[in-house]
């Protein structure tokens, strides 16, 4: 293909598939290898109207014909070739929080291998949230949350069920702050889901909560990664409550799972936690520095690749058999390509979405808490480190020199703005391992919606389109 229309157009071959994408409508269509070498060799003429009509009344072959008005209909409908809508765009967003992590303590009761944030510490001494904190950390959310109306606390650690009698007062405070001021308020927590009871379970439910339970799936793996901190395993303890936590009725829960260079087993995880249940299910690579044994290294990608191209194959099947569950990203991006939906930013990190420690600072994302050139503020004096703040409310897809030309892009929206800064101290900047893999699970998601499209469309329509999705 001409080297001017790679800014606008993708050939992406996965499996027995090959797609055209368009990178700036974010829409994939499926093209068969005679589809496909034709519109190879007409790229040029199909973005110039009169050259194709000039080719059209030439062509004495129908099914050239017919190829070639279809293709040139998606032209006309600015489906393929499209203008980028966002050529002259500039982001400045004003920092106004509508959702809110709280750090209620940095401390854990387990000690897992990849542990982004140092067995829960975050690099510093232990800390638990007082009380008082946390009541104004509440404040601060609902006092500067101007116009939006509906709030969300994610009580976060190390382990936040640690701080359960805190969690208790403070959702009853939050709720009636948030009902004098007009406000409504959601909850939700990230836990390692071995510290429920009985009291727990009905309070969470009570509440309404959503939770993200961190779990590796089958027992050798989970005990290996996930011990507790005195080197017990964890997984018949979090088996145990993953039954009693499917009984509720107000909760929802997913569940994560992290996969490592020592266990890149992502479909075997996966399966593992199909079959005890789990309806939303994610397994994401750990994060840590690149000299360690768990890191992912680019030539670990092929087997990664793999993998989820094995999840992918089940995903398909269990759809087909009438057993939906939701796999991230696969579900997010069948649902962004099905939609035509357009994201230029991974997040709301730095100016809807904040995090607060232990004592009250105010931090960008979940987890930057100990990084001290990253704090922006404290519940108590505001926001105080614009420059910091002004990169989160400007940053975009198109303003990253290494996303701004990816044809990716706009399904990905740049990706996560934290590991730019762990791995190279810039928000700006993308790291390549990350990247390989979220085109690879686009590429994937793509290959699904192909397959289910062909076998049984409404699927896509009861699980995938907006306002219908499960």
């Given at each position: 293909?001409?080297?001017?229309?790679?800014?606008?157009?993708?050939?992406?071959?996965?499996?027995?598939?090959?797609?055209?994408?368009?990178?700036?409508?974010?829409?994939?269509?499926?093209?068969?290898?005679?589809?496909?070498?034709?519109?190879?060799?007409?790229?040029?003429?199909?973005?110039?109207?009169?050259?194709?009509?000039?080719?059209?009344?030439?062509?004495?072959?129908?099914?050239?014909?017919?190829?070639?008005?279809?293709?040139?209909?998606?032209?006309?409908?600015?489906?393929?070739?499209?203008?980028?809508?966002?050529?002259?765009?500039?982001?400045?967003?004003?920092?106004?929080?509508?959702?809110?992590?709280?750090?209620?303590?940095?401390?854990?009761?387990?000690?897992?291998?990849?542990?982004?944030?140092?067995?829960?510490?975050?690099?510093?001494?232990?800390?638990?949230?007082?009380?008082?904190?946390?009541?104004?950390?509440?404040?601060?959310?609902?006092?500067?949350?101007?116009?939006?109306?509906?709030?969300?606390?994610?009580?976060?650690?190390?382990?936040?069920?640690?701080?359960?009698?805190?969690?208790?007062?403070?959702?009853?405070?939050?709720?009636?702050?948030?009902?004098?001021?007009?406000?409504?308020?959601?909850?939700?927590?990230?836990?390692?889901?071995?510290?429920?009871?009985?009291?727990?379970?009905?309070?969470?439910?009570?509440?309404?909560?959503?939770?993200?339970?961190?779990?590796?799936?089958?027992?050798?793996?989970?005990?290996?990664?996930?011990?507790?901190?005195?080197?017990?395993?964890?997984?018949?303890?979090?088996?145990?409550?993953?039954?009693?936590?499917?009984?509720?009725?107000?909760?929802?829960?997913?569940?994560r799972a992290t996969f490592t260079r020592e266990n890149p087993h992502i479909y075997r995880i996966t399966k593992h936690l199909v079959e005890l249940g789990f309806k939303a299910i994610s397994v994401e690579p750990c994060q840590l520095k690149r000299d360690s044994n768990l890191y992912i290294r680019k030539q670990d990608l092929k087997k990664v690749f793999l993998e989820y191209d094995k999840v992918a194959e089940y995903f398909i099947s269990s759809l087909l058999k009438g057993k939906y569950f939701d796999f991230h990203p696969f579900s997010l991006f069948i649902r962004r390509l099905r939609n035509a939906q357009k994201h230029i930013i991974p997040c709301g990190a730095g100016h809807g979405v904040i995090s607060i420690d232990p004592v009250g600072n105010i931090y960008p994302c979940h987890r930057l808490p100990g990084n001290r050139k990253y704090k922006i503020g404290d519940i108590y004096k505001g926001i105080n480190n614009k420059r910091t703040t002004s990169k989160f409310c400007s940053i975009w897809v198109g303003s990253k020199n290494s996303c701004k030309n990816c044809w990716a892009k706009y399904l990905c929206g740049g990706g996560c703005q934290e590991i730019g800064i762990y791995y190279y101290d810039n928000i700006s900047k993308s790291d390549p391992i990350a990247c390989a893999m979220i085109k690879h699970r686009i590429k994937l998601s793509m290959m699904i919606c192909a397959v289910l499209a062909e076998k049984n469309e409404k699927l896509l329509d009861k699980y995938f389109l907006e306002g219908n999705c499960a």
């Amino acid at each position: 293909m001409a080297s001017h229309l790679k800014n606008k157009i993708h050939i992406i071959k996965i499996g027995n598939k090959s797609f055209v994408f368009d990178i700036n409508s974010a829409t994939s269509i499926e093209l068969d290898d005679f589809a496909l070498k034709l519109f190879n060799s007409y790229a040029n003429k199909i973005r110039k109207k009169k050259s194709i009509e000039k080719a059209l009344n030439g062509c004495k072959d129908e099914e050239i014909k017919n190829t070639l008005r279809a293709i040139n209909s998606l032209v006309d409908n600015k489906i393929l070739f499209a203008d980028d809508s966002y050529t002259n765009y500039k982001r400045a967003v004003k920092f106004s929080p509508r959702s809110m992590v709280l750090h209620v303590a940095h401390t854990c009761n387990l000690n897992c291998k990849y542990c982004y944030a140092d067995a829960g510490s975050y690099g510093s001494k232990y800390k638990l949230m007082s009380k008082k904190t946390a009541q104004d950390a509440v404040d601060f959310l609902i006092d500067r949350s101007k116009h939006w109306k509906n709030l969300y606390i994610n009580f976060y650690g190390g382990e936040p069920l640690l701080m359960f009698d805190l969690i208790k007062h403070l959702v009853a405070y939050a709720k009636k702050r948030a009902k004098a001021a007009g406000k409504s308020l959601s909850f939700g927590m990230s836990t390692n889901a071995t510290l429920f009871n009985k009291e727990v379970l009905n309070f969470v439910d009570k509440n309404k909560f959503s939770l993200v339970l961190s779990f590796d799936g089958p027992k050798d793996i989970n005990d290996r990664m996930r011990p507790f901190a005195d080197g017990r395993g964890t997984y018949d303890t979090i088996v145990k409550n993953i039954r009693k936590i499917d009984k509720l009725k107000k909760c929802k829960y997913a569940v994560r799972a992290t996969f490592t260079r020592e266990n890149p087993h992502i479909y075997r995880i996966t399966k593992h936690l199909v079959e005890l249940g789990f309806k939303a299910i994610s397994v994401e690579p750990c994060q840590l520095k690149r000299d360690s044994n768990l890191y992912i290294r680019k030539q670990d990608l092929k087997k990664v690749f793999l993998e989820y191209d094995k999840v992918a194959e089940y995903f398909i099947s269990s759809l087909l058999k009438g057993k939906y569950f939701d796999f991230h990203p696969f579900s997010l991006f069948i649902r962004r390509l099905r939609n035509a939906q357009k994201h230029i930013i991974p997040c709301g990190a730095g100016h809807g979405v904040i995090s607060i420690d232990p004592v009250g600072n105010i931090y960008p994302c979940h987890r930057l808490p100990g990084n001290r050139k990253y704090k922006i503020g404290d519940i108590y004096k505001g926001i105080n480190n614009k420059r910091t703040t002004s990169k989160f409310c400007s940053i975009w897809v198109g303003s990253k020199n290494s996303c701004k030309n990816c044809w990716a892009k706009y399904l990905c929206g740049g990706g996560c703005q934290e590991i730019g800064i762990y791995y190279y101290d810039n928000i700006s900047k993308s790291d390549p391992i990350a990247c390989a893999m979220i085109k690879h699970r686009i590429k994937l998601s793509m290959m699904i919606c192909a397959v289910l499209a062909e076998k049984n469309e409404k699927l896509l329509d009861k699980y995938f389109l907006e306002g219908n999705c499960a």
